[in-house]
């Protein structure tokens, strides 16, 4: 099994910066692509940024391009997405989430799930 934990949520101005990470722990061997995915309030699951095991491919979500960047070092199995220029539509249950399979964009794509960190932005 593999365990995720995302931290670095909370409440921020619009305008403002946060900083997610997602800790990987277990068999993470068997860890290739990594995402971000959230869920604002009401709304369904949706992606909004996935790397590559090497870090090489990246993509992007298109309301969050150029805003949001997305990294992982696998020498300490963390993963973290850097949000600026944040806006009150990016509220949302951020969750961290991992595959097997070397690229990902879509929630049923992936195979394990952190149990999200909400992000607050006010206007």
């Known amino acids: 099994q593999v365990q995720l934990v995302e931290s670095g949520g909370g409440l921020v101005q619009a305008g403002g910066s946060l900083r997610l990470s997602c800790a990987v722990s277990g068999r993470t061997l068997s860890v290739n692509a990594m995402g971000w995915f959230r869920q604002p309030p009401g709304k369904e699951r949706e992606f909004v940024a996935g790397?590559?095991?090497?870090?090489?491919?990246?993509d992007y979500a298109d309301f969050v391009k150029g805003r949001f960047t997305i990294s992982r070092d696998n020498a300490k199995n963390t993963v973290t997405l850097q949000m600026n220029s944040l806006k009150p539509e990016d509220t949302a249950v951020y969750y961290c989430a991992a595959s097997p399979r070397i690229r990902v964009t879509t929630p049923s794509g992936m195979n394990y799930w952190g149990k999200g960190t909400l992000v607050t932005v006010s206007s």
């Open positions: 790397i590559s095991w090497s870090g090489g491919s990246t």
